[in-house]
């Protein structure tokens, strides 16, 4: 498909576990973010990737969350010792940078939905 | 520190109705400012954007205008149909800035009834 893909879309968790949410950004996207949407709040940002690099993490709500891009194509956010305040949706969004500007559109994937019990 | 205020909804118009959804921002300097929408069961779009004071984006009939001196971008449309009714969330990319992450507003959701 064309456009950016999450998997998987519904992860259930018992607190404590650990889980891994997979991004599939659109080909050719430099740029790939990670969000997190509480119910009924907009989203919030995590982290951002530029390629393989990630150039800002400051969003991370603890040591817990990790994130990773080690090709610069597909990204992983793994969340350690799951809490139920981790419950959310999780969104990736990726975008083409010709170059460093605040307009470029983000295009977002459906979003994984994660319940941690 | 940077933020958006977007109105509360829901809000519920009948079909042709105008609409406005309020947002203002604080932020330092001059923000890029988006409407992203979200249909029912789909990801978020991007509706418009606007990135200078005085700069109007428009899509689908869909408008708002960048006002600095109100610190606001709000949407507007003439005639709403059913096939509106979506969540709208007001965004901003701050200008000390690296790459274009987006800060949200709390979103507003939109119902259009026949």
């Known amino acids: 498909g064309a456009g950016v893909s999450q998997s998987p879309r519904y992860k259930v968790a018992k607190r404590g576990q650990d889980v891994a949410l997979r991004c599939d950004p659109i080909?050719?996207?430099?740029?790939l973010f990670w969000y997190q949407q509480a119910l009924g709040q907009g989203p919030e940002f995590l982290t951002y990737?530029?390629?393989?690099?990630?150039?800002?993490k400051s969003g991370l709500p603890s040591d817990r969350f990790f994130a990773e891009r080690p090709e610069g194509s597909v990204s992983t956010l793994k969340i350690q010792r799951t809490q139920k305040e981790d419950s959310a949706v999780y969104l990736c969004?990726?975008?083409?940078?010709?170059?460093?500007?605040?307009?470029?559109?983000?295009?977002f994937g459906p979003g994984t939905r994660l319940t941690v019990l | 520190g940077n933020s958006v205020t977007q109105m509360e909804g829901p809000v519920t118009l009948s079909e042709e109705a105008f609409l406005t959804i309020n947002c203002t921002y604080t932020?330092?300097?001059?923000?890029?400012l988006f409407w992203y929408v979200q249909y029912p069961g789909e990801g978020l779009q991007l509706l418009l954007k606007?990135?200078?004071?005085?700069d109007k984006g428009s899509n689908k009939g869909f408008e708002a205008t960048y006002r600095k001196e109100t610190t606001s971008f709000h949407l507007e449309k003439g005639s709403v149909q059913v096939s509106d009714s979506a969540v709208y969330f007001c965004?901003?990319?701050?200008?000390?800035?690296?790459?274009?992450?987006?800060?949200f507003g709390q979103g507003t959701e939109l119902s259009v009834k026949p």
């Open positions: 969004a990726s975008s083409f940078v010709v170059r460093l500007r605040r307009d470029n559109e983000q295009f």
């Open positions: 080909s050719g996207h430099v740029s």
């Open positions: 990737f530029q390629n393989e690099a990630q150039l800002d």
């Open positions: 932020a330092t300097g001059y923000p890029s």
């Open positions: 606007a990135t200078k004071a005085d």
């Open positions: 965004a901003l990319s701050p200008l000390y800035n690296q790459g274009g992450k987006l800060i």
